[in-house]
């Protein structure tokens, strides 16, 4: 069972910014094939916000992120990172990672963190 571990969360002003790291616990190695970042504010759902392949040659967002947010990895560090920039009070939500443990098909995200908050402040 893996687990990972966000951190990197926090309280700022609009327009500034933030990075989270995911990484998993333990000694396990995050070799699976992407690894993703999602949001959940209270009282809605958990939406998607980017993914990036274990290569981190392909990477996708969501509209709402897209051009602001940038996910990254470091292999050798065994860590993915979201660098949040621009960030407005829309964007206040609980911050989880999750690994896609999928080898071929639809992405499937067996694997999660217990999330890291994520507070934008007017």
């Known amino acids: 069972q893996v687990q990972l571990v966000e951190s990197g969360g926090g309280l700022v002003q609009a327009g500034g910014s933030l990075r989270l790291s995911c990484a998993p616990s333990?000694?396990?190695?995050?070799?699976?094939?992407?690894t993703g970042w999602f949001l959940q504010a209270p009282g809605k759902e958990r939406g998607f916000v980017a993914r990036?392949?274990?290569?981190?040659?392909?990477?996708s967002y969501s509209g709402r992120v897209k051009g602001r947010f940038t996910i990254s990895r470091d292999n050798p560090k065994n860590t993915v990172y979201l660098q949040m920039n621009s960030l407005k009070p829309e964007d206040t939500a609980a911050y989880y990672c999750?690994?896609?443990?999928?080898?071929?098909?639809?992405?499937?995200?067996?694997?999660w963190g217990q999330g890291t908050q994520v507070t934008v402040s007017s």
């Open positions: 333990g000694r396990t190695v995050l070799s699976y094939r992407a």
């Open positions: 999750a690994a896609d443990s999928r080898v071929t098909g639809p992405p499937k995200y067996d694997y």
């Open positions: 990036i392949s274990w290569s981190g040659i392909s990477t």
